[in-house]
């Protein structure tokens, strides 16, 4: 069986239409959600267009899916939706790879002679992953762990090597002999003492600028007595939860609109849910994404540059440094002149054009030219915006109010600015590329003075916008709202239903196709059998 494909589009709204795709690890075999399931586990969920759950099984030891799986992949989940990343977008494999790698991780000496893994923020690993915003939110994010048990503990551990601004453990066991073989952060003298304060103090050690406190507390109890306690929190992760406490949670964060995260090992299976009203998105960070060069719609200026080149030059030297961008632009131009203003859009005209550039070549050796070849399917790009982005444009949030994101606030400026340009801002950035230093440097700063230019019609449509609704013009700063010019054709909405509605409310005929499958049979089974075993 192959592997399941990502597990949301790259840009835009969460997909409302794709079938869910659990992911394995190791093993590719998807784990449907099913009904029975739920029977069997008060803790489990299903997935349907407006939740994002994953299950994992592995052939293996049961203490690396409650140490190593589960809370890296908890981490990933909480990394991303902290500092405004899609929500776990493309393989899971790579965002444990890089919990578990790439955090900037040293190896060198502690207290006592012993020897550890220590964070460096030196190495600045993390901002390597989500840029310098997302390493900042992150350090401004504060997170409260209910219950540390070992899934709950290696998911906090991850985040304080992350750099997690602050963190709130919650538990109101003691530690027993029997957590001294699943959990590495107590040890037999800490057997009777407060399980949360144990914990606490590890993860301090851990990194010191993380600010850490413990209640000891069973969050049950939290959940039922303080409610308005989790409102103070950028991210709720919740371990091991009962399905009535999960509901009751979900319904409190979502009403003070505080991201949370349900995360449970079980035996062999663990799952992770993410419940929060609304994600917006500006840096999603997609794995692939179509280069903003405006090779079949350049504004004045890059036109302006394409025709001061002649591609007949007999200059051999300048001839294969000419950028392949000036050539696909002019290319792209001769070829409208000559075809009623229309770009290749048939597979023959497209090979036609891709000829063309070829015949341009004077020598084996012009990689301008191969590198034009190569990326002439930017030319057939379709104009304008996309269907993504459009969508988030038409939503009724982009009727701005005093009470809006400032997301949807920029949005709003967007929206005003696209209606006039007929395009999103310019990105500002172009590929390396063979040519000259001087046609790249010129072709560079044309690109940035388009992008700055862009900047500044949005920045100014946001202090209208604002002004209008009745707040500071100048309360959404100038590097956010350059951020969101640069990634404007990336945003992405994400919408979750309720936990309350998918138990009252499951997709049926979605689940029920999934009982007709031997390997989801196989797995049911499987799931009994664990049932029995772990009691």
């Given at each position: 069986?192959?592997?399941?494909?990502?597990?949301?589009s790259?840009?835009?709204?969460?997909?409302?239409?794709s079938?869910?795709?659990?992911?394995?690890?190791?093993?590719?075999?998807?784990?449907?959600?099913?009904p029975?399931?739920?029977?069997l586990?008060?803790?489990?969920?299903?997935?349907?267009?407006?939740?994002?759950?994953?299950?994992?099984?592995l052939?293996?030891?049961?203490?690396?899916?409650v140490?190593?799986?589960?809370?890296?992949?908890?981490?990933?989940?909480?990394?991303a939706?902290?500092?405004d990343m899609?929500?776990?977008?493309?393989?899971?494999?790579?965002?444990?790879?890089?919990?578990?790698?790439?955090?900037?991780?040293?190896?060198?000496?502690?207290?006592?002679?012993?020897?550890?893994?220590?964070w460096?923020?030196?190495?600045?690993?993390?901002?390597?992953?989500?840029?310098?915003q997302?390493?900042?939110?992150?350090?401004?994010?504060s997170i409260?762990?209910?219950?540390c048990?070992?899934?709950g503990?290696?998911?906090?551990?991850?985040l304080?090597?992350?750099?997690i601004?602050?963190?709130?453990?919650?538990?109101?066991?003691?530690?027993?002999v029997?957590?001294?073989?699943?959990?590495?952060?107590?040890?037999?003298?800490s057997?009777?003492?407060?399980k949360?304060?144990?914990?606490?103090?590890?993860?301090?050690?851990?990194?010191?600028?993380?600010?850490?406190?413990?209640?000891?507390?069973?969050?049950?109890?939290?959940?039922?007595?303080n409610?308005?306690?989790?409102?103070?929190?950028?991210?709720v992760?919740?371990?091991?939860?009962?399905?009535?406490?999960?509901?009751?949670?979900?319904?409190?964060?979502?009403?003070?609109?505080?991201?949370?995260?349900?995360?449970?090992s079980?035996?062999?299976?663990?799952?992770?849910?993410?419940?929060v009203?609304?994600?917006?998105?500006?840096?999603?960070?997609?794995?692939?994404?179509?280069?903003?060069?405006?090779?079949?719609?350049?504004?004045?200026?890059?036109?302006s540059?394409a025709?001061?080149?002649?591609?007949?030059?007999?200059?051999?030297?300048?001839?294969?440094?000419t950028?392949?961008?000036?050539?696909?632009?002019?290319?792209?131009?001769?070829?409208?002149?000559t075809?009623?203003?229309?770009l290749?859009?048939t597979?023959?005209?497209?090979?036609?054009?891709?000829?063309?550039i070829?015949?341009?070549?004077r020598?084996?050796?012009?990689?301008?030219?191969?590198?034009?070849?190569?990326?002439?399917?930017?030319?057939?790009?379709?104009?304008g915006?996309?269907?993504?982005?459009?969508?988030?444009?038409?939503?009724s949030?982009?009727?701005?109010?005093?009470?809006?994101s400032?997301?949807?606030v920029?949005?709003?400026?967007?929206?005003?600015?696209?209606?006039?340009?007929?395009?999103?801002?310019?990105?500002?950035s172009?590929?390396d590329?063979?040519?000259?230093?001087?046609?790249?440097?010129?072709?560079?700063?044309?690109?940035?003075?388009?992008?700055?230019?862009?900047?500044?019609?949005?920045?100014?449509?946001?202090?209208?916008?604002?002004?209008k609704i009745?707040?500071?013009?100048?309360?959404?700063?100038?590097?956010?709202?350059?951020?969101?010019?640069?990634?404007a054709?990336?945003?992405?909405?994400?919408?979750?239903?309720?936990?309350e509605?998918?138990?009252?409310?499951?997709?049926?005929?979605?689940?029920?196709?999934?009982?007709?499958?031997?390997?989801?049979?196989?797995?049911?089974?499987?799931?009994?059998?664990?049932?029995?075993?772990?009691?």
């Open positions: 069986m192959t592997s399941p494909p990502p597990l949301s790259s840009s835009g709204y969460c997909s409302t239409s079938p869910f795709y659990p992911i394995m690890l190791p093993q590719s075999l998807p784990l449907p959600l099913l029975i399931l739920r029977n586990h008060p803790w489990s969920g299903y997935s349907d267009s407006y939740s994002t759950v994953f299950f994992f099984q052939s293996t030891a049961h203490f690396v899916v140490t190593v799986v589960v809370p890296t992949v908890v981490m990933a989940a909480a990394a939706v902290v500092v899609g929500v776990l977008e493309g393989s899971v494999e790579w965002k444990a790879e890089m919990g578990l790698r790439d955090l900037g991780l040293v190896e060198r000496d502690c207290e006592e002679g012993r020897r550890g893994w220590v460096d923020k030196g190495l600045v690993a993390g901002e390597r992953i989500w840029g310098e997302g390493q900042a939110a992150l350090e401004k994010a409260c762990l209910l219950n048990g070992p899934t503990s290696e998911t906090l551990k991850n304080v090597l992350g750099g601004g602050s963190i709130t453990v919650i538990d109101g066991s003691k530690v027993e029997g957590d001294l073989g699943n959990n590495f952060m107590v040890d037999e003298s057997v009777g003492e407060s949360a304060k144990t914990v606490c103090t590890f993860l301090q050690e851990l990194n010191d600028a993380v600010k850490a406190k413990f209640i000891e507390e069973y969050p049950k109890a939290l959940i039922e007595t409610p308005s306690f989790f409102s103070q929190f950028t991210l992760v919740a371990t091991q939860l009962v399905e009535d406490s999960m509901v009751k949670l979900e319904r409190i964060c979502r009403e003070a609109n505080v991201m949370l995260i349900f995360a449970r079980y035996g062999l299976t663990g799952f992770i849910r993410i419940c009203k609304e994600h917006t998105v500006i840096e999603s960070k997609p794995d692939h994404f179509l280069d903003d060069l405006r090779l079949n719609n350049p504004w004045p200026e890059l036109r540059f025709e001061t080149i002649d591609l007949n030059v007999p200059d051999p030297v300048v001839h294969k440094h950028p392949y961008v000036v050539i696909l632009v002019k290319m792209a131009a001769e070829w409208a002149q075809h009623g203003g229309r290749p859009s597979r023959e005209e497209k090979k036609e054009f891709k000829e063309l070829r015949a341009r070549m020598a084996f050796d012009e990689d301008n030219y191969k590198e034009g070849m190569d990326a002439s399917f930017k030319v057939f790009a379709a104009r915006i996309s269907s993504n982005l459009q969508r988030i444009l038409s939503d949030c982009a009727d701005v109010d005093s009470n809006s400032d997301f949807w920029m949005v709003a400026a967007l929206k005003d600015f696209i209606d006039r340009e007929g395009e999103a801002p310019l990105e500002g172009i590929p590329m063979t040519s000259s230093t001087e046609l790249y440097v010129t072709l560079q700063k044309i690109y940035q003075a388009k992008a700055e230019a862009d900047f500044f019609a949005i920045e100014q449509n946001v202090g209208n916008i604002l002004k009745g707040r500071d013009p100048d309360s959404i700063s100038k590097a956010v709202i350059k951020s969101f010019c640069k990634n054709r990336k945003l992405t909405v994400c919408r979750y239903r309720p936990l509605d998918e138990f009252n409310s499951p997709v049926l005929p979605e689940l029920q196709k999934y009982l007709t499958d031997e390997d989801y049979r196989h797995v049911m089974r499987c799931c009994m059998t664990l049932e029995i075993d772990y009691n």
